[in-house]
Nanobody
Framework: VQLVESGGGLVQPGGSLRLSCAAS????????MSWYRQAPGKERELVAA???????????NYADSVKGRFTISRDNAKNTVVLQMNSLKPEDTAVYYC????????WGQGTQVTVSS
């Protein structure tokens, strides 16, 4: 089982980043997918989630702090989940993790996002 995140980096406030998570080793379409983040000295928190139903997923859920700025999507044909992040703020700085949930929970290794001028 592998979840490999990519797309992190350094961006100025107000900028955008697109995180991708490539999944392998399990039946991706059956798993709910989510993005979490963990800032230094803070607990890991849910950022966005998308359920497994349908070719591009079912319902979505977002943390209040990112609603209207972040969008989660999935492509079951490509076994990928994407987090589009717009209007980034310094408080979005964190390591972002991809998670797959169904019978088991799988985590990626994380990708660093730094929002700074």
């Amino acid at each position: 089982v592998q979840l490999v995140e990519s797309g992190g980096g350094l961006v100025q406030p107000g900028g955008s980043l697109r995180l991708s998570c490539a999944a392998s080793g399990f039946t991706f379409s059956r798993y709910d997918m989510s993005w979490y983040r963990q800032a230094p000295g803070k607990e890991r928190e849910l950022v966005a989630a998308i359920t497994s139903r349908g070719g591009r997923g079912g319902s979505t859920n977002y943390a209040d702090s990112v609603k209207g700025r972040f969008t989660i999507s999935r492509d079951n044909a490509k076994n990928t989940v994407v987090l589009q992040m717009n209007s980034l703020k310094p408080e979005d700085t964190a390591v972002y993790y991809c998670r797959a949930s169904y019978l088991y929970h799988y985590w990626g290794q994380g990708t660093q996002v730094t929002v700074s001028s």
